[in-house]
């Protein structure tokens, strides 16, 4: 993974690279180190082109089941908030 980020942004270094991608200090080389979330990290990765990774797949494939659950929730939240104001509607009627 390190390779291909020096080599699609032409730098020497994964440290130049972060720069690059106008991401804080060692933060890149940190995320490409360990298993730590960054989506600063991600999306950058993502604009480059980088979909290869692991980790990156994995964190995405999370996303949209966490965007899925949202979408349910919120969905039966709207549910719930209309059926609330037709019963107040009716208790206001009478």
Same mark, same amino acid.
């Given at each position: ?49 980088? /979909? *290869?990774?692991?980790? #990156?797949? &994995?964190? @995405? $494939? ?19 908030? /209309? *059926?609330?104001?037709? #019963?107040? &509607?009716? @208790? $206001?009627?009478?």
């Amino acid at each position: 993974m390190k390779e291909a980020i020096r080599q699609k942004l032409g730098v020497s270094s994964i440290t130049e690279a972060g720069l690059k991608l106008n991401l804080a200090h060692n933060v890149l080389n940190s995320w490409l180190s360990n298993n730590l979330t960054n989506a600063k990290v991600e999306i950058a990765l993502l604009k480059l082109g980088l /979909r *290869e990774d692991e980790r #990156l797949i &994995k964190r @995405i $494939e999370k996303l949209k089941s966490e965007y899925k659950k949202n979408e349910i929730r919120k969905q039966a939240y709207e549910k719930s908030m /209309r *059926e609330i104001k037709v #019963l107040l &509607k009716e @208790i $206001e009627a009478t």
